[in-house]
């Protein structure tokens, strides 16, 4: 188990998966802030790949518009730490992966301030599924680890939030 991953990450993700193998629904991730850490705290969950069908590290503008399907005029227009953006990744993670739940996360993990001026801890999870998408904004404060392990722990969450008021009989999942 890597050093950035914490008791609390591995139940979260095994809850995830519990969650999403019951329902037969398959997740991908869309990943910057980050940095594969969501990926990384699902596979370290024995059997992950019957729900886990994979990742995108997309660091830079370049590989979202690549890899997940952003618009550059969506980047342009909001930045890459935005909720549209957050939004466009779990969306293109969806329809790119070809999975019911896509999980996306973007931010500004530090030392500094983004191109645009977004202060550090600033982070956007979203959660896209059939008919709906969902993104929350986090204000973080701590170190670039710290920050990158609360956004990994938050869009576990959102993702089991959503999918236990989503899916029928999922509330005794969790």
Known sequence: MSKDLDEDLLVVARALLNLLTQHGWSLGTAESVTGGMVGEAITAVPGASVSYMGGVISYTDREKTALLGVSAELLKQYGAVSAEVAEAMAQGCRERLNVQVGLAATGVAGPTLDD???????????????????????????NRRHIRVESTRAALRLAIRLLTATLPGAEEMT
């Not at 001026?117 to 701590?142: H, I, K, N, Q, S």
């Open 116 to 142: 645009r001026g977004m202060p550090v801890g600033t982070v956007f999870v979203a959660c896209a599924r059939p008919r709906a998408c969902t993104v929350e904004r986090l204000l973080l404060d701590g």
